[in-house]
C-alpha cells in the first residue's frame, strides 16, 4: 500500500468517486420516496405532522402504520446496512492500488446489484430476485475487503 | 478533480473535517438522549437491562415502547440517513477544488439545518419547521453531489 | 494539520484502514445473522418472502415479529449509530498526525469494545457487560473528535 497519495490522483479513485455517489444519491431517493408516501397516503409518525388534518380524530387516524410506508423503510434501511461497508472498505480498496478493469467491475456490480435491490424491494418483485442482488452487493464488498486486508495488515 | 492531494491540504479540507466532525457529534449526543430517557423513564427493550427492578412483574412493566424514546429515535435514524451521506459527497465534494467560501456556505447551511432539525424534532417545534430543516440539509447534499458528477464522471 | 498528504502514506493510516475495514466486517455479519435466524426460524417482514410455504394461512404465519431476530437487529442499529461516528472520525483524527502507540491503542480499544458489545448482545450476557462496552467504545471516539478539533479548528 506504498504511496497512497498517488492513488488519490488515479483514475481509480474518480471512479470510486463516481459510483460513490450514484449509490449515495439512489439512497437518499428513498427518503423522499418515504415522504412521497407519507403525504400522499397520509400516514405520519408524529403529531405535529397531522396540522392538515382539522379535528382531533382526523388527526390521530394519520398516525399510524402503512404497509407500503414500513417497505420503503425497510429497503432506505438495508441500504444503509450495506452502502455503508461499500463506501469505507471501497474507499480503502480504491487507495491499495488496484487494477482499474478489477476495480471498476467490483464498483459496478455493487452499485448495479443495489439498484436490482431496491427496484425489486419497492415494485415486489418475487424473490429470489431481492436476495440474489442482496448477496451479489455484499460479495463485492468482501471481495474488496479481502484486498484491503491482504495487502496491508497492521494490527 | 486534478491534484486531489494537493486539495487534502487545502483550508476547503480543513473545514470539512471540522463540519463533519461537529455534525456527526450532535447525532452521537442523540444515543445519550436514548439512553437518558430510558434510565429516567425506565423504559427497555431488552429483559437484561431491567436488572434494577426486583420482581418479574415489575421487570416485564419496563419492557415498554414509550412516546419520547420513539421520538429520539426516529431523530437519530433521520440523522443516520441524511447526515451519512453528506459525509460522504462532502468529502468527495472537498476534493473537487472548490471556492472556500462556497464549500463553507455548503457545510455551514447543512449542520446548521440538521441542528434546526433535531431541535424541532426533540422540542416537538409545530410544522413546518422540521421539515423545512430537511428539505434544506437535502439540497445542500444535492448541490454538492452535483458538483462531484460535473467535476469527475468516470463511469 | 500541515502535511496531510504525508499522513495518508503513515502508518497510522493504514493501522486505521485494517482497524476499520474490521470493525465493519463485524457490523455485516450481522447482516447475515439476521438472515440466518429468519430462514432457520421461519419469520418474514414480507409477503414475497414466504415463498417456500404452500398454503396462505403458513404464509401468513410467517410474518411475525421474533424476538430473537429483533435482538440482532437492535445490534445491528447500534453498531451503525456507533461504528458510523468512529469510521469518520477515525478517518480525519489520523490524517491529524497522531503518535502511533496512541492511535493504535484508540483504534484497539474502540474495535474490541464493539465486539464485546456484539457478543453481549447475542448472547444475552448480564449487564453492565453491554452497557460498558458501549460506553468504552463512544469515549474512544469522542477522544479522537477531541484531538481533530484541538489541532484544526476552521468554521
Redesign the interface.
Known sequence: ??????M??S?V???F??????V??K??LL?LLTSYFRLTKKVF?????T?LAHSTEDKKKMIRVDPDVE?VR?C?QND???I??F???GL?YA?TGPDLATAVLHFRVFVISRICHTVS?VL????PS?ALSWVTG?LA??SM?YR??ST????
Chains 1, 2, 3 share one sequence.
Open positions: 500500500m506504498a504511496e497512497l497519495t498517488h488519490i490522483d483514475e479513485f474518480l471512479t468517486s463516481t459510483y460513490a455517489t450514484i449515495t444519491l439512497m437518499m427518503s409518525a408524529n403529531m405535529e405532522d396540522s417497505r425497510r432506505h444503509l446496512e450495506n455503508v461497508p463506501i469505507v472498505i480503502l487507495l424491494y415486489v418483485l418475487p424473490q431481492r455484499m464488498t468482501f475487503a484491503v486486508l496491508a495488515l497492521f494490527l
